[in-house]
């Protein structure tokens, strides 16, 4: 082959293809189509959302619907109407939306006595756009943003008076949940999101009472949450908790620790040494 | 297993024994001495009152079988051994009473950590105490069986009853005495007797009477009057009807009941749910008179043994009381669906004021809470 | 030699005074038989004890007062809230005072073995018929201690005036106002006007401290001396008779034994305090009228009252302007009336059956008298039904179960298990009566197959000694109680006869069903058929 000329698109063609079987060529082809794909994604991937000011991203209604018709409207009706199988959707809110979404309760698997948590089978994205969606069709409660859940001022003494009068009867004196009637129940506190506990007041989930802002307000509700928080860490300084359920685990373990380990002993004790 | 266990054909022990003495009618038929080590393989039968009265030839007690010796009676290294044992518990005792005195002192449980520390204390000092306790007994016991004679002795059992001379001499003594009181003679002086000591019983229970007030009418009012603003529990703030959500439950009390003389006391019987339903969910023309716009309110005071019955379900309207699992059903004027309350929650006039605040109209027209002898 | 100098000078100064060698002589040497079941009585002893040190500890700090203080201490999530000074020394206690916690702790977990441990050793009581004669009053005292214990326990686990307790003193009044014509005043008396008053906590306080445990020391002490005046039973073991006691001497051994159990029992109550958490308090809350949590339990020995109020139907009658509430009478009277009636009289009972008038000092197995062994299964089931319905609502939520199904399936249950249970009972104790029957009469089984000549597969019986044929056989099965003729010799109808009808009905019910222990008469008539 005669020599390029040198300079000029075909001379650097000419360089490139003379060096294609030299023994970095695969490495350089390689490391050049990754930094291609980068630079393509860069250049046509959709910009971030900006974050609205609770940290949740910003919903898009239509996104919403899409989603809504593929996995609710079996059983809310195709315009949220309601139908045999689910009531309307119709005016409650975001909050109500993000509370059953994002705890895995909505989309329902099965018809019981009540509707089970399960894994939350969407992202935060899809949940915002549901949420956004379904807040589109009425009026409702809206999901709390960081104010609503700022913990820093609390006063978790007052929020534990307000539990005790208001929360306790159905969740326990330490949020170990109890029983309803007819295999309904009131679940377990511990280990929950602020911002699911503050929905769960604001929209009162299936047999969940409805603590509207003006009978219980958000000071209220966020005392309430900072006494969650705080005695759900807090270490049980006595010992085992037996699962924080009162008398009826210390009777178990009292006569199955205690009494057997008593009369393990006073048969140690009757039986003759070798 | 021979070499380890070394059989006597006499068993030691037996210099306790006492002669059985003569049978008794009050004792079960005699089972033989119980000699011991009276025929343990050699089958002896007695006579003895069988299942219907007669005697019958069955097998007698085989007495005290033969001693088994422990390898601490007959190896003295196994008893140095055990006597180790048993120091090495009551050591460990002296190290858990360290590990408490140590414990103690070094963690005083205060300010920010406190629960961390009570918790590490209360490990520490139980740990420390439990072993100490445990380790005294342990070796105690240990001792016992290991080192201690483990002959078995046998004592006698007379039986509980008395002698007969010593039943004719307590008759004798004791009608001696009763003809020295002569009471049997003396009617005047008996008569007069039991005519005193049985009121002096009734002086132990009259000054009982101020232990409280008599019931009166207390049981039959609250706090409750015409027009008590209905405040939020505990926070006290009044509330407008039109704040009201549906499907809410909000616990109430009357304004200015911490005021009272007694506050704990006018809870007690005040405390009142708030319950906003859709108006046409209400299916009994008296609870719809007393209600305001589908606001109900009922008394929180289970009129089964007292609890507070504070679980709304919400899509039920079902009521339910956390103790004994009552269920009132509040469309029907908290009617008993379920469980032990016989009767239904007393309900509490509403009305609103001028400026739109919920308001009683009137007290319960019934007493509130479990029933009662006088409660009509 | 010094030691035993002092020791010397010291025995001789007492015995100057209170002539005390003559108890020693008899009581140093003194035999107490031993098995491991007579321990349990002694763990229900000993957690008394333990009980009374750590209160005495408590007592130095708690103050039962219903005064409202606002709380300014140590825990985070109760400051600012007012509550009771009881309430508040509580807290003080468990946070404040080093050792406060374990203390309280030790002190509850004890309550609990208390009285499980009364439970378990009236069992082992009355399955082995160690209430017989002269031991009736020693069962009676047993059947009040265990009465008091659940007040004294009510009463102790309610003064901290925490929400939990305060629940159960307010159903208390509620159970109290139930009863006819008194009720009233009786709650008024006892809270010292309304619910709940000022007077209660300081009241249960005195109850709990004072007047309660000076019952329990003397009662305690009559039944302890009664076991060693009457010397404890024994069981149908080679040796023993109904005219000896066989076992240990006094001192060293039982001292050692028996004292040793103490610190036992002591230590594992302390260790078990050590690592589990009981009646946590601060999370509970005050008690406020008005308040409740889920879940409400009182402490297990209650359980079967509040099983029963949760289980029993909401009737109601009211007369001529007088409430007669059976909803809460029947769990307050009618059930405890049924369970403790039965119980406290059934020495007399059993006597009045079998005519025994003999005193007894050897113990029953069991599986030897079937019915009474039945019937103690068929109470103890009818009480633990009603304990577990007291937490039909831990049920539900533990086996995602409907509470309505729960009650009702209780409710079904405590009909039809007791008497199952009973038939049950009674015939695996007859048919274990056959199998030592048969022990006896044909010896166990090898396990050694052997092929006869003539072709027949036997398995070879080992005779047993004669020993442990002694020991199948000697107790005595009464025969059913005969009416007895009608009339006497003269021809005149003999009087009170429906009462002797009623005891033979009551005798066949309890004997009619026999397994008779065999003779060796049989055993040598068996043999000597060629029978293997």
Sequence with gaps: ?274 | ?376 | MALEQIAGKTANEIDERFGSANFVKRSARKVFPDHWSFLLGEIALYSFIVLLLTGVFLTLWFKPSHMEVIYDGAYVPLRGVPMSEAYASTLQISFDVRGGLIIRQIHHWAALIFVAAMIVHMCRVFFTGAFRKPRETNWLIGVILIMLSFIEGLAGYSLPDDLLSGTGLRITEGVLLSLPVVGTYLTFFLFGGEFPGEEIIPRLYIAHVLLIPGIFLALITVHVMLVWYQKHTQYPLPGRTEKNAVGYPFFPVYTAKAGGFFFITFGVTTLLSAFASINPVWLFGPYTPGEISAGSQPDWYMGFLEGSLRLFPNWETTLLGFTIPWNVLGPALIIPGLLFTPMILYPFIERWVTGDNAEHHVLDRPRNVPTRTGLGVMALITWLILLAAGANDLIAVAFNMSINSITWGFRVLIFVVPPLAYVVTKRICLGLQRRDRDLVLHGRETGRIVRLPNGEMIEVHEPISDARKWELTQHRVPQPAEIGPLTDANGVPRRRILAAKVRATVSRFYFEDRVEPPTPAEVHELESSGHH
């Design chain 1, 1 to 274: 082959m005669t020599r390029p000329r040198p300079g000029g698109p075909a001379a650097l063609l000419g360089a490139l293809s003379r060096r294609r079987r030299h023994r970095l060529a695969p490495a350089l082809l390689l490391l050049l189509a990754l930094v291609a794909m980068g630079a393509a994604y860069t250049a046509f991937a959709p910009t971030p959302q900006a974050e609205a000011s609770n940290g949740q991203p910003t919903g898009s209604v239509d996104a919403g619907r899409a989603l809504f018709l593929k996995n609710c409207s079996s059983c809310h009706g195709l315009n949220a109407e309601g139908s045999s199988d689910g009531p309307t959707l119709v005016g409650v809110g975001a909050a109500s939306v993000d509370f059953q979404v994002t705890t895995g309760r909505m989309p329902a698997a099965r018809l019981g006595a009540q509707v089970q948590q399960k894994p939350n089978q969407f992202t935060r994205q899809e949940v915002a756009d549901l949420a956004a969606y379904v807040a589109s069709l009425g009026p409702g409660p809206a999901i709390p943003d960081e104010s609503q859940l700022d913990l820093s001022d609390a006063d978790p003494a007052r929020g534990g008076e307000i539990y005790r009068t208001n929360c306790s009867m159905c969740h326990n004196y330490a949020g170990s949940g109890g029983a309803l009637t007819e295999g309904k129940y009131a679940p377990p506190l511990r280990g929950v999101e602020p911002r699911i506990l503050y929905e769960a007041m604001l929209t009162g989930p299936q047999s969940m009472p409805v603590f509207g802002d003006h009978t219980m307000t958000p000071e209220e509700k966020r005392d309430i949450i900072a006494f969650i928080k705080t005695t759900e860490d807090e270490p049980s300084p006595g010992g085992a908790s037996l699962g924080k359920l009162g008398p009826v685990t210390e009777g178990g373990i009292g006569w199955l620790v205690g009494i057997g380990a008593l009369i393990g002993c006073a048969v140690w004790l009757g039986a003759k040494a070798r």
């Design chain 2, 1 to 376: 297993m021979s070499d380890q266990r070394i059989h006597e054909g006499d068993t030691s022990g037996s210099k306790d024994v006492q002669a059985s003495g003569t049978s008794h009618d009050a004792l079960v038929g005699d089972e033989g001495t119980g000699a011991p080590g009276a025929g343990a393989e050699s089958g002896h039968l007695v006579e003895r009152p069988g299942q219907d009265g007669e005697l019958t030839r069955t097998w007698g007690n085989p007495g005290l079988p033969s001693h088994v010796y422990r390898r601490s009676d007959v190896d003295p290294k196994a008893a140095q051994r055990r006597e180790r044992e048993v120091a090495t518990f009551f050591g460990v005792s002296t190290l858990g009473t360290l590990l408490f005195i140590v414990a103690y002192f070094a963690i005083k449980p205060d300010g920010e950590d406190l629960l961390e520390e009570v918790s590490l204390s209360t490990k520490l000092l139980g740990l420390g105490l439990g072993l100490a306790l445990f380790c005294i007994g342990a070796g105690a016991i240990h001792w016992a069986k290991t080192l201690m004679p483990d002959d078995e002795i046998v004592q006698d059992r007379k039986p509980m009853r008395s002698s007969d001379e010593d039943r004719a001499a307590a008759v004798e003594a004791m009608k001696e005495g009763a003809a020295g009181a002569g009471l049997g003679r003396r009617k005047l002086i008996r008569n007069s007797l039991l005519g005193a000591m049985a009121p002096l019983g009734l002086l132990a229970i009259i000054p009982l009477r101020d232990l409280g007030p008599l019931p009166g009418a207390s049981l039959t009012g609250t706090w409750w009057r015409p027009g008590s603003r209905v405040v939020t529990d505990p926070t006290g703030r009044p509330i407008k009807a039109a704040d009201i959500p549906i499907g809410t439950v909000i616990h109430v009390q009357p304004e200015g009941i911490e005021k009272a003389s007694h506050p704990l006391n006018e809870k007690a019987k005040a405390t009142t749910l708030v319950i906003r339903l859709e108006p046409d969910e209400i299916q009994d023309q008296k609870q719809r008179d007393w209600s305001v716009d589908g606001i109900v309110a009922y008394s929180k005071v289970c009129t089964h043994v007292g609890c507070p019955v504070g679980l709304y379900e919400q899509q039920t309207h079902h009521l339910l009381c956390p103790c004994h699992q009552s269920t009132f059903d509040v469309t029907r004027d908290c009617a008993v669906i379920f469980g032990p309350a016989a009767r239904p929650l007393p309900q509490l006039p509403l009305d609103v004021d001028e400026e739109g605040y919920l308001v009683a109209r009137d007290d319960y027209q019934e007493p509130v809470g479990p029933s009662f002898w006088e409660r009509g």
